[in-house]
């Protein structure tokens, strides 16, 4: 019973839990950060868990890391230096790299582990850090962008867990000054950002948080993903001060980039329309969110 408890507990989704039937253990191992879990389910395929928490499944996966890699790259014409924030699982890379006009792309992800895990049970992920361009860099987020020159990039792309735990700093005034510092002028920022069904509070923040820190436009974005809680994630899309981004308007479609539909294995998920659409906000969360 305490066991079942605890389900109901988390702080991020108190009162609720949702449940996959698992058919196999395939891994579980534990980081200096966090406890890693990796199962085969009865309905999505593998699974991986981090502190319990859902991060992917084999089947709804391209919903996320299409939509956090596209809704920014396909926002402003020919991004070229790319960080990535997280996303040791490799799924978000792999989008990046239909994006022919990208020359580097970075990533810093604290954790060795999931790395390590995910190339052996989700090749089809893991497949981005095979791109030439990439460069791995493992440790601190903020020590990473501290260390990076001024004006570096132009879209920097955080994929992190929810914000307790090795991910708390991600979602704080400082960290968000470090990624302004690091985007060049007209750079854009897409952040991971819950919940518009749970975290309004945490949205809200961040939305004034990134208005006054970016100076550009800022507008949250939303998907569907059902093994997340509550079965959607939101995208915090912002742009700094420069020249003007309209996230609502992709000026640079995936279906007009060569190849980038089909490169490595088709896209599931993304399109110019789910683009457009992503920006639609229910009426509770237009009148929740849009006075920030
Ligand atoms: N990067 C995974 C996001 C998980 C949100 N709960």
Same mark, same amino acid.
């Given at each position: 019973?305490?066991?079942? +408890? ?70 402003? #014409?020919?991004?070229?230096?790319? +960080? ?71 879209? &920097? &792309? ?15 005034? #400082? ?33 004034? &948080? ?15 993903? #059902? ?9 915090? +899309? ?11 308007? #992709? ?29 639609? +906000? ?11």
């Amino acid at each position: 019973k305490a066991n079942k +408890l605890q389900y109901y507990n988390n702080p991020m989704w108190p009162g609720e839990t949702h449940s996959l039937k698992v058919e196999k253990i395939l891994y579980q191992g534990k980081s200096p950060y966090q406890e890693v879990l990796i199962f085969e389910s009865l309905t999505y395929g593998k699974v991986l868990a981090l502190d319990g928490i859902v991060q992917l499944t084999d089947k709804d996966e391209c919903a996320y890391q299409e939509m956090i890699t596209h809704l920014p790259l396909c926002s402003i #014409p020919s991004p070229k230096k790319v +960080l990535v924030i997280g996303g040791g699982d490799g799924g978000v890379l792999r989008e990046i790299a239909r994006h022919g006009s990208v020359e580097s792309i970075d990533i810093c992800e604290i954790d060795q582990l999931v790395i390590d895990v995910c190339k052996d049970f989700f090749p089809d992920l893991s497949v981005g850090f095979k791109d030439p361009r990439v460069r791995l860099h493992v440790g601190d987020a903020v020590e990473f962008l501290r260390n990076s020159p001024e004006g570096t990039y132009d879209a &920097i &792309i955080v994929d992190s867990s929810d914000p307790i735990g090795p991910a708390q700093e991600l979602v704080e005034k #400082p960290f968000f000054e470090t990624i302004a510092r690091a985007l060049r002028p007209g750079g854009v920022l897409c952040n991971q950002a819950e919940s518009m069904w749970l975290h309004t509070h945490l949205i809200q923040d961040m939305l004034s &948080i990134c208005c006054e820190t970016f100076k550009g436009s800022v507008h949250y974005a939303w998907a569907s993903v #059902p093994t997340y809680p509550s079965g959607a994630i939101g995208f915090l +899309l912002c742009a700094k001060e420069g020249p003007p981004v309209n996230f609502l308007a #992709p000026i640079n479609p995936i279906e007009k980039l060569e190849g980038a539909m089909t490169a490595g294995r088709d896209i599931r998920f993304y399109n110019t329309e789910m683009h457009r659409a992503a920006f639609v +906000l229910p009426t509770f969360a237009k009148r929740e969110l849009e006075a920030y």
